[in-house]
């Protein structure tokens, strides 16, 4: 999957509209775009963020994706807690 980006000049401006598209391959051995999803008029930061969402799709459950920056947690949380993974053991499952 990827971003896809149509261009459309209505009124002498230049107007980008954007959609989530997955590349198929068909009967015949050609490969065909799908809409995936529809996103309209987005800005910069959200197009980051569409990318990002679309890398973690393509990934599936082979990577893990941090909800924070590394070394970075939210200040002024309390509720928010620290875990460092690389020191978390598992010891009696059931």
């Known amino acids: 999957m990827f971003l896809k ?5 209505k009124d002498g401006k230049a107007h980008h509209y954007w959609s ?3 590349n198929r391959r068909v009967l015949n051995g050609k ?3 799908r809409q995936v999803l529809y996103l309209g008029e987005i ?3 959200q197009q980051l963020a569409w990318r990002k969402t679309i890398e973690v799709f393509d990934e599936g ?3 893990q994706v941090a909800l924070f920056p590394e070394g ?3 200040a002024g ?3 928010a807690v620290g875990v460092r993974l690389s020191e978390l053991q598992l010891k009696r499952p059931r």
């Open 61 to 63: 459950a082979k990577r």
């Open 31 to 33: 490969v065909v775009q």
């Open 5 to 9: 980006r149509t261009q459309r000049i």
């Open 43 to 45: 800005n910069d930061s």
């Open 20 to 22: 989530v598209v997955a």
């Open 72 to 74: 970075a947690q939210p």
């Open 77 to 79: 949380d309390a509720k």
